[in-house]
RNA sequence: GCCCGGGUGGCGGAAUGGCAGACGCGGAGGACUCAAAAUCCUCUGUCCGAAAGGGCGUGCGGGUUCGAGUCCCGCCCCGGGCACCA
């Protein structure tokens, strides 16, 4: 293709034709006036920032964000800005209809990428992180994104971060009162637990002592286990390869980092975890209240995981042996028990030696059950977390030699250990029901395990499985999981023989509490965040320890904690499964201890500093707030401000971020993160928002072409040509394939290169109109011209591509025109309303050719002209303001009023209506618009072709809808 | 296996249950030009036909309806997420 900015080929176009130059010289034009004009300056209601606000008071408010970028070093390609581009048109029509919108960008730059990248390039993370940040400043401001330039953030400005370390106070600061449901402070506690109007929690005093009678160092124990922040020794996710811990968000199904693809391993360490948990129910009720996709909603239903049951004790002869059950109603088919190799209760559970009449498959060839059940934990414990979840077809395990005893029937039942069993969920044992259970079906048929019917199967479940009604069921080809009719469900006290499964789950739930054998319980999948990183590029936590070792949160007054500089900045990794976490941050001797005052009455003592660091995800838990008020230095955003912005907007109502657009892989990361923090600066009431983002959509994919060469290797995409049906490197032919943009496919595309052969609203255009914002669709950079082509147009209406004078005109425009007119900003609006831009540039591209037709030799009329400006302006906001400004217009358009359709001009005098007949479209009629069903069925009997087809048949009905059809039907 | 999306021309995509394929790319032809580029105009789902016209067409099979890309039932394929979660 031609470059139509190279010198030789421009040399005899027209001088005044829009071409790339034209494009560009217009396009800095005006993002130097918007600049150095504020135009997209938003005022808030108090503060620094509230200079105008009395000007826009009465108007509607929106708040229209993007999932801020990581700043990385290679820049953006034409995928990234997709969403950008989208929201700022859609901000635009905002303005341009009366609303009051605040529209920024800000960048997420702590974290790994950003310090992998700094280590590549062997500079200053703090220095590469501003070199990008810089870049893509400049890149995004080519775009024309009107942002507010004030109110942009960087996470790792300390002005930034001292209140990331603020709220992470406060987190530390609260605990979760479960009665109230809300967070809380831990003064709070403390003063209830002195008054003795509250017991520690369970679990959080091991050492027993009442609480009065606890010293200092003890309360504060207790005390530090309350809260939402805490340390705790748990199996966490240790990545060597990256020298840091990983959250479980952080890792992938087949136990790799996310980032950088190393191996995961579960081993216990003490780290800093977020209780997450305390709002899992929140989490997941509040997903109710929010306009965001079923297939996000769902994503985060499924990470929480929530699931209703049963905890059953079971007696053994080492004692109670709890489980969890989703299908208490089964509890009568429970003929033996499984616990995880881990569980701390296998020793207890191994007996001596093998009872009598132990079958040899259970006994793994062992002579006593201590040999066999310490050869299968070491085993289990060797298998990697990957292989015992993708080993699932042979069902392994061994018998502790231990019976214990169902508690619904008496029936001594053999306890197993297998690894199909996880620690990590429920209480780490489950009681078996092969009846009922795939997997519980497949290890009872490899032990030869009683297979007992409970609930009666569907006939047509029987039919389908080849199973005979009323045969036992271990002559089933699988366990039954669907719903039926309790049987075999009776002892003494408690039947549950023919109630249906809810009824059952009931019945029993009611009879494990009244006995003392159980109680309903919720169970999730959801754990505590593990919220540290062994990492120097991230935010120092404001904790430090004393010689108790408890930690202790830094007084206010000490933020920002400064993240300390330092040369060798590398973290300590590692391919050695065993090496230990070593926080680059421990090297900085003369920063790890400090004398400081608490504020606690203790004085200025000596303390050791926390050295790790915060994870990436601190940063962006709370960025939508700060952008409300970024200059604030007393708070972290004043509350009238982020009630004006966010707050609900009738009772009951969760607020938030109107429209919040991004990819949809933070559908558990980011997003689950930001909704805890928010909910919990809900609880102490810094925020009136119960949620952040009220509205999301994500934006689609633009994936690229891909070229490999005969090896398989990935060839510079711009290089390969089309030759017929086949694709050329030099000569020699590629193989296609539709992958992700990005440097390793070798096909990015970067926004500046089009900017410079098209002009930013070229490619704004472009990319609106490949499809719905929310569909992901191939980049194709032949196909750009369209729309190039399209501001052409538009533009040679307006100016004279030889002189560069005006060609509009001051004609009364005709009727028709009028009317295609009004037409199209009735339909542009409507895809702006439904993000559907692609629509709404049809439009505009169906109004411009017909302008084009009409007005051959120049002449549109202004009444025309004006308002396809501002239709434009949105899109293409540079151009429309250029165009605007020829119409004699001295101020932006960026306040104008969109254009509104009149009504009466939608609607037509005649129209063409499909005459059908059997439903099948023989004809078209003109009638008018108001005509009745009985005129224009005599209307579509008078046409000849109907009249034809009509002639010799016998109508058994007419269907006649005024302004749409009318169909004969005959036989 | 379970849970979400999605299947419409050569391609991206349009279509409140009422004219399938708007708009754009690509392709074919033409105008302008010494020539080309750029620009403009015409045509472009498919099959039969010289044409007029007609048949067939929204992944497949059924159904509801005067009428289905759209609604219902059962499948197939593609993409994404979760996955021995009791």
Not at 94 to 99: A, E, P, S
Not at 501 to 522: F, M, P, Q, R, S
Not at 682 to 689: A, C, N, P
Not at 911 to 919: A, K, M, R, S, T
Request: charged share 25%.
């Amino acid at each position: 293709m031609a470059d139509p900015s190279s010198p030789d080929v421009v040399s005899d176009l027209p001088e005044h034709r829009y071409d790339a130059a034209v494009a560009q010289r217009i396009e800095g034009e005006w993002q130097d006036r918007w600049e150095a004009e504020g135009t997209f300056h938003t005022p808030n209601p108090v503060g620094p920032l509230s200079e105008g606000f009395d000007a826009v008071a009465d108007r509607p408010k929106q708040y229209v964000l993007d999932m801020f970028p990581y700043p990385s070093g290679v820049g953006l390609h034409v995928g990234h800005p997709l969403g950008f581009i989208g929201t700022d048109v859609y901000a635009r029509y905002l303005r341009m209809t009366g609303h009051n919108v605040i529209h920024t960008m800000g960048y997420d730059a702590f974290g790994l990428p950003a310090e992998q990248y700094a280590l590549q390039t062997n500079t200053h993370p703090r220095v590469t992180t501003e070199a990008n940040i810089a870049n893509m400043r400049r890149q995004l401001r080519r775009l024309g994104l009107g942002h507010d330039p004030r109110r942009s953030i960087s996470t790792t400005d300390p002005a930034y971060y001292r209140w990331t370390q603020w709220i992470f106070l406060q987190i530390f600061g609260s605990w979760y009162d479960a009665d109230a449901q809300r967070a809380r402070p831990v003064t709070e506690l403390e003063a209830e637990l002195d008054a003795g109007t509250r017991a520690p929690a369970p679990g959080t005093n091991p050492s027993g002592t009442p609480w009065p009678e606890l010293d200092p160092s003890g309360r504060r124990a207790v005390l530090n286990a309350h809260r939402l922040a805490y340390l705790a020794e748990v199996p966490v996710n240790w990545c060597p390869g990256l020298g840091t811990v990983l959250s479980n968000e952080e890792v992938t199904a087949d136990g790799r980092s996310e980032r950088g693809n190393f191996p995961v391993y579960r081993r216990p360490m003490k780290q800093w975890m977020l209780r997450i948990t305390a709002y899992a129910d929140r989490l997941i009720d509040d997903l109710d209240h929010l306009d965001w996709t079923d297939a996000i909603k769902a994503q985060q239903r499924n990470w929480i995981g929530r699931s209703t049951g049963a905890r059953v004790s079971f007696a053994t002869p080492a004692g109670a042996l709890d489980v969890f059950t989703t299908r208490p109603d089964t509890l009568f088919g429970a003929t033996y028990m499984v616990v995880a190799p881990e569980h701390p209760m296998v020793p207890a559970l191994t007996a001596a030696s093998w009872p009598d009449g132990t079958p040899a498959s259970w006994t793994a060839g062992a002579a006593a059950p201590g040999a066999a059940v310490s050869t299968y934990v070491t085993t289990a414990s060797r298998r990697s977390d990957l292989d015992r979840q993708t080993d699932t077809k042979e069902k392994t395990g061994v018998f502790t030699g231990t019976y214990a005893t169902n508690p619904a029937n008496g029936e001594a039942v053999p306890v197993f250990v297998a690894d199909y069993v996880l620690m990590g969920y429920g209480t780490g044992a489950i009681m078996a029901v092969p009846a009922h259970d795939h997997r519980d079906f497949e290890f009872a048929r490899s032990f030869d395990l009683p297979i007992v019917e409970v609930i009666r199967p569907s006939a047509a479940w029987l039919s389908d499985h080849g199973a005979v009604e009323g045969a036992p069921a271990s002559t089933w080809p699988d366990a039954y999981v669907g719903d039926g009719v309790a049987v075999n469900s009776a002892n003494a006290e408690v039947s549950l023989d023919g109630l249906a499964v809810a009824d059952a789950k009931a019945t029993i739930t009611a009879w494990l509490e009244a006995e003392g054998l159980g109680e309903g319980t919720v169970q999730f999948k959801l754990r505590d965040w593990l919220f540290s990183r062994q990492r120097y590029w991230g935010e120092p936590f404001p904790i430090v320890f004393g010689d108790d070792g408890e930690p202790r949160a830094l007084p206010e007054s000490a933020l920002p904690l400064v993240l300390p500089p330092m040369e060798d900045f590398s973290p300590k990794t590692s391919d050695d499964e065993s090496s230990e976490p070593e926080p680059p941050l421990g090297r900085v001797t003369e920063w790890t201890t400090a004398t400081i005052d608490l504020g606690d009455g203790e004085g200025p003592q000596e303390y050791r500093r926390e050295t790790n660091t915060m994870p990436n995800w601190a940063g962006s838990c709370w960025y939508e707030l700060r952008y409300l008020d970024p200059t604030n230095t007393a708070t972290f955003v004043d509350p009238e401000n982020e009630r004006y912005w966010m707050g609900p907007r009738e009772p009951g109502d969760v607020g938030g971020v109107d429209l919040y657009v991004g990819g949809v892989e933070h559908a558990v990361l980011h997003l689950l993160y930001a909704r805890f923090w928010h909910k919990v600066l809900f609880d102490l009431g810094h925020v009136s928002s119960r949620e952040p983002f009220r509205r999301l959509f994500n934006q689609g994919m633009i994936q690229a072409y891909a070229y490999r060469d005969e090896r398989g290797f990935p060839v510079e995409a711009a290089d390969v040509v089309k030759d017929g049906d086949r694709y050329l490197l030099a000569g020699t032919e590629v193989t296609r394939e539709l992958g992700k943009m990005g440097k390793s496919l070798k096909n990015a595309v970067a926004p500046d290169e089009m900017c410079e052969r098209y002009g930013a609203d070229t490619l704004r255009l472009y990319e609106m109109f490949g499809g719905p914002l929310d569909q992901s669709r191939p980049w194709d950079t032949t196909a750009v011209v369209g729309m190039y082509r399209l501001l052409q147009r538009i533009w040679r209406l307006f100016v004279d591509e030889d002189d560069g004078t005006p060609r509009t005109s001051f004609d009364e425009p005709s009727e028709d025109t009028t009317r295609a007119l009004h037409r199209t900003i009735d339909a542009v609006r409507d895809g702006m309303e439904t993000l559907r831009f692609n629509t709404s540039i049809a439009r505009i591209t169906e109004l411009t050719n017909h302008l084009t037709a009409a007005y051959p030799d120049g002449g549109v009329p202004k009444d025309i002209a004006e308002p396809l400006v501002l239709l434009l302006a949105p899109l293409a906001p540079h151009i429309a303001e250029e165009l605007w400004a020829r119409l004699g217009h001295e101020s932006s358009l960026t306040y104008q009023d969109f254009p509104v359709a009149q009504e009466d001009l939608l609607v037509e005098d005649a129209v063409e209506i499909p005459v059908q007949v059997n439903g099948k479209v023989r004809s078209r009629i003109i009638v008018p618009v108001a005509a009745d069903a009985a005129a224009i069925e005599t209307a579509a009997r008078d046409d000849e072709k109907v009249a034809a087809l009509l002639a010799d048949a016998t109508v058994r009905k007419v269907i006649a809808v005024p302004g749409k059809m009318v169909n004969f039907v005959v036989g």
